[in-house]
């Protein structure tokens, strides 16, 4: 089975400041691809970054990027230069084989003026 | 591009009313398409998916059903509501297994 572990419930940041959200996940396959999604108060599940698992490089996407510990089975999202646009729920999630995306349970963020 | 709409975005029902939830894709064709529920408080959980017309898999027993009609329409559909089906609806789509799955705007539905 295919678990997904996010073990901060919330985190605050200064406006400008950077944060780093943790997930740690278990899948028996070699193949597969993790996510970070972001979900405003608006509840839209927008994707903010994603890990192909057989690319060594860590992606990045402008302000986020990941740090992808395969080894660790360890992905975690870091967010530079925070905006209060980026106050908003996170959610690492994992897609191998199958249908079905694993999500976390969500870190709570808060970007504070 | 590719966009999803899903409607309607907010919906009171009573115990024992009929639900249904649509939801639309446009830009692309033969997409496998998703239901998503949240829980307050709580992950997203899979209830459906579809690899194509009139393919529907369950992923968790209960009292939803779902369709899909056409190529790029996928509904959700309740003949009695219960309190418990409370929640968010999220509907989704993507090109396929291992691909990234992109979500629609979400619908809220509140039983009471």
């Known amino acids: 089975a295919q678990t997904v572990t996010q073990s901060q419930p919330e985190m605050s940041v200064q406006e400008a400041e950077t944060v780093t959200l943790s997930c740690t996940y278990d899948?028996?396959?070699?193949?597969?691809?993790l996510f970070w999604y972001k979900q405003p108060p608006s509840r839209q599940m927008i994707l903010v970054i994603r890990?192909?698992?057989?690319?060594?490089q860590n992606a990045t996407e402008n302000r986020f990027s990941v740090n992808f510990q395969k080894a660790a089975k360890s992905f975690s999202l870091k967010i530079s230069d925070s905006q209060l646009g980026d106050t908003a729920m996170y959610f690492c999630?994992?897609?191998?084989?199958?249908?079905?995306?694993?999500f976390g349970k969500g870190t709570k963020l808060t970007v504070n003026p | 591009s590719q966009t999803i709409h899903q409607w309607p975005a907010t919906l009171v029902q009573p115990v024992g009313s009929p639900l249904s939830l649509e939801c639309t894709v446009e830009?692309?064709?033969?997409?496998?398409l998703y239901w998503y529920r949240q829980a307050a408080g709580r992950g997203l959980q899979l209830l459906f998916y579809?690899?194509?017309?009139?393919?529907i898999s369950s992923e968790v027993p209960q009292n939803l059903s779902a369709s899909r009609p056409q190529d790029r329409q996928f509904i959700l559909s309740s003949k009695k509501l219960l309190l418990s089906d409370s929640g968010f609806y999220l509907c989704?789509?993507?090109?396929?297994?291992?691909?990234?799955?992109?979500f629609g705007e979400g619908s809220w539905l509140t039983v009471v």
């Open positions: 989704a789509w993507s090109t396929g297994v291992r691909n990234t799955i992109y």
């Open positions: 899948t028996s396959e070699n193949n597969y691809y």
């Open positions: 890990q192909e698992a057989y690319k060594q």
């Open positions: 999630a994992l897609r191998g084989g199958s249908e079905k995306l694993v």
């Open positions: 830009g692309t064709s033969n997409p496998n």
């Open positions: 579809s690899v194509g017309i009139g393919q």
